[in-house]
């Protein structure tokens, strides 16, 4: 057993090392996405479904029903980056998300998505694509119904992280996925709903921490992929 256990801890500084090594020389860039005012440097295929309210984004506010998902893409392109959104969904039940590394898809989005909604708060999606990822949602217990909630993403080479106020939500390593695209807000096809957005903050080339949880803390909670989705328990 303690061989084991060494022989785990070498391995998990090794990679540390490498990881950090990949990161080493790239300037951390810290951009905001949104002006508070306008929709500036966002667009739509249908714009009709998105507004700015209280120095928010706001998607479906004045609509009978959801046609079709509806997205509103920033023009920055991402790859290694931390993100900071408040979010606040009206009625909790609704769904939506927040693509990343995404690409448009005709009027559609493929790409991740970080999960929105009763049921799926904080848990990964593959939009157009995989589908269902990572769906632990460890984050959900967190969530503040009907209220604003910080949503963060944490995405470094093939390693992704969520939280959700503050709580780890996911932890996944996905080699097969998709190192760079943009961001997309998303609201649902469907009833009536209102999902408001504030983009704090976007980074480039972050430290690897998220919030509360050190480097280490989050390697240490990283779920390998193995091509199916992860929904909770053992391997």
Not at 135 to 143: D, F, L
Not at 227 to 232: A, L, Q
Request: charged letters at 25%.
């Amino acid at each position: 057993m303690k061989v084991f256990s060494g022989h785990l801890f070498v391995s998990m500084a090794i990679f540390l090392f490498a990881l950090s090594a990949c990161t080493q020389g790239k300037k951390k860039v810290e951009l905001s996405l949104f002006n508070g005012d306008d929709l500036q440097n966002w667009n739509s295929s249908d714009m009709s479904y998105w507004s700015v309210a209280d120095g928010s984004i706001v998607g479906g506010e004045g609509k009978d029903s959801i046609v079709n998902n509806q997205f509103l893409w920033h023009e920055e392109k991402v790859r290694d980056f931390y993100l900071k959104v408040l979010v606040k969904v009206v009625p909790n039940t609704a769904n939506a998300g927040i693509q990343f590394r995404s690409q448009k898809k005709g009027d559609e989005a493929l790409g991740y998505q970080a999960d929105i909604g009763q049921g799926v708060w904080g848990r990964l999606y593959h939009e157009s694509g995989r589908e269902k990822l990572h769906w632990e949602g460890k984050g959900e217990a967190a969530v503040k119904k009907n209220d604003w909630n910080t949503y963060e993403i944490l995405a470094v080479g093939d390693n992704i992280w969520t939280a959700i106020n503050g709580t780890l939500s996911v932890a996944y390593e996905d080699p097969n996925g998709e190192l760079e695209g943009f961001i997309a807000l998303q609201v649902h096809a469907g009833p009536a709903q209102i999902v408001a957005y504030k983009p704090v903050k976007l980074i480039h080339n972050p430290e690897l921490k998220l919030g509360k949880y050190s480097e280490s803390e989050l390697m240490e909670a990283l779920v390998e992929a193995d091509g199916n989705p992860y929904m909770g328990g053992k391997k």
